[in-house]
C-alpha cells in the first residue's frame, strides 16, 4: 500500500513513522512534509489549504490511501473531492468536520444528540458577549472561545470580568483570530483533569487509540496563555477501562449516531479533548484529527499495524475491535521559539538532534523544519 500523509507538523512525522515502519507499506509520501520526514518518506511540495492541489498529488502519486494530518483540508473539504473522483481519503467530509471548525455548530450538535457539555451561550455582536460574560449567568473563571479555527489558540480562561471582556475585545474587535473570531462562545468553566480520547470511526464503528493528557499554557506550572500545545503524556491513568467504556457510551456512539442521523456519516480520528467533572465526562471539545502533541505520544504506543485498519475506516468496513497498546508510558515534551505562541524568531538553527536521536528510548518529531546546507 502507497500513503500519502498530508501535512509538515510533527503529528505527521509521527504518521510517516509509525506506517512507514509497517509491513503492508509499500512507500510513503509526505507532503509538504519537514526535515524530519524525509527521513521516513518522499517529500513533495503542497499547498495544504488548496483541496484541488491535495486531490492532484494523490492522483499523480496513485496513492492507495491518503491520510490527512492537519484540520484545514478537512474543514476545506478535501474529503469531498476525493470521494467525487473515487479516491480512497481518511477524513470526515466537510460537512462532519463543522464539529470542529465551528464550535457553534458542535456545541448545539451536541445539544441535539444528548452529549455532555459545558453550557454555553453563542454570541454574535461584541455586545452580546460583553453582557453574557458580565450578567453573571456562566460566573468566573470563564471560558471565551473563537467560533473558528485559530490553530488551537482560541481560547481564553479568563479569571474575571476585566480579563474576559479584554478577550472579547481582541477576538471580535481587534480581529486577534481573523474571522475566525467574528463570532464566540461564551462557556461555562468546567472543572477537573483533562483527558484526551481519540478514536479511529467508520461512520458506524469506533476503534479507541491509547488516551493521553495534553497541557497547553506556555510556562511552567500551568500559566501563560493557551498554545497549541507544550507537551503530553500517554496513556492517562486517569481513564480506566470503565471510563473508556462510559465515554465510548455517552458520548463517541451518541455522535456516530448523531452523524449519520443527519445525513453526514462520519468517518476518521475523532479526538475528544474531555474534562473529568465530579458529575462524569464532559466535552470541552473535538477535533477532527489526531491531537498535536498528542500523536506523538500515542502512536507509538500503537503495536499492531495501522495502515489496513485506516483503510478499512475509510471505506466504512472497520471489523477490528481493539489494537494491541504497548504497557510502556510515553512523555512528549515540545521544544518551541521563544515568544511562542506570540510572535516568535523563525530560521534559528537546531543543535543537538542527531545525539538525542541516538539516545536509547528517545524519539525526535519535527514540526516545520528544513534541511539546510545537507
Known amino acids: 500500500m502507497k500513503v500519502l500523509v498530508v501535512g509538515s507538523g510533527a503529528r505527521e512525522h509521527a504518521l510517516a513513522w509509525k506506517l512507514g515502519r509497517e509491513r503492508g507499506v509499500t512507500e510513503v509520501v509526505c507532503a509538504p512534509g519537514n526535515a524530519g520526514t524525509r527521513q521516513q518518506a518522499c517529500a513533495r511540495s503542497l499547498d495544504v489549504s488548496d483541496p484541488a492541489a491535495v486531490l492532484a498529488l494523490a492522483e499523480a502519486e496513485t496513492a492507495d490511501l491518503t491520510v490527512v494530518g492537519p484540520e484545514l483540508p478537512l474543514a476545506l473539504g478535501v474529503q469531498d473531492l476525493f470521494t467525487a473522483r473515487g479516491l480512497l481519503l481518511f477524513g470526515p467530509t466537510q460537512m462532519a468536520a463543522q464539529l470542529e471548525s465551528s464550535k457553534s455548530f458542535s456545541k448545539n450538535f451536541m445539544v441535539r444528540h444528548g452529549v455532555p457539555t459545558a453550557r454555553f451561550r453563542v454570541c454574535d455582536t461584541p455586545e452580546a458577549a460583553i453582557e453574557a460574560v458580565s450578567c453573571g449567568e456562566f460566573g468566573f473563571p470563564v471560558v471565551i472561545k473563537a467560533d ?48 484526551s480520547f481519540f478514536a479511529i470511526c467508520d461512520g458506524r464503528r469506533a476503534l479507541a487509540l491509547p488516551t493521553a493528557q495534553d497541557h497547553k499554557r506556555a510556562y511552567d506550572g500551568d500559566k501563560g496563555p493557551n498554545t497549541g500545545g507544550m507537551g503530553a503524556f500517554a496513556p492517562n491513568p486517569l481513564v480506566t477501562p470503565d471510563l473508556e467504556r462510559r465515554i465510548q457510551r455517552e458520548i463517541i456512539d451518541p455522535v456516530l449516531d448523531g452523524m449519520s442521523a443527519e445525513g453526514h456519516p462520519y468517518r476518521g480520528f475523532l479526538y475528544v479533548g474531555l474534562m473529568l467533572t465530579v458529575e462524569g465526562p464532559q466535552v470541552i471539545e473535538f477535533n477532527v484529527r489526531l491531537g498535536d502533541p498528542e500523536a506523538q505520544v500515542v502512536l507509538p504506543m500503537v503495536e499492531d499495524e495501522l495502515a489496513p485498519v485506516l483503510e478499512a475506516a475509510a471505506r466504512g468496513t472497520l471489523e477490528t475491535a481493539s489494537l494491541a497498546r504497548s504497557s510502556d508510558c510515553y512523555v512528549g515534551i515540545v521544544l518551541a521559539s521563544g515568544g511562542y505562541p506570540g510572535s516568535y524568531q523563525t530560521g534559528a538553527q537546531i543543535e543537538g538532534l542527531e545525539a538525542a536521536s541516538v539516545c536509547e528510548d528517545v524519539l525526535v518529531f519535527h514540526a516545520g523544519t528544513e534541511l539546510r546546507d545537507g
Open 148 to 195: 473558528g479555527l485559530a490553530a488551537g489558540k482560541g481560547v481564553t480562561v479568563a479569571p474575571d470580568r476585566a480579563a474576559a471582556e479584554l478577550a472579547v475585545r481582541e477576538a471580535m474587535i481587534a480581529d486577534r483570530f481573523g474571522s475566525a473570531g467574528r463570532r464566540v462562545l461564551i462557556e461555562r468553566c468546567l472543572v477537573g483533569p483533562e483527558a
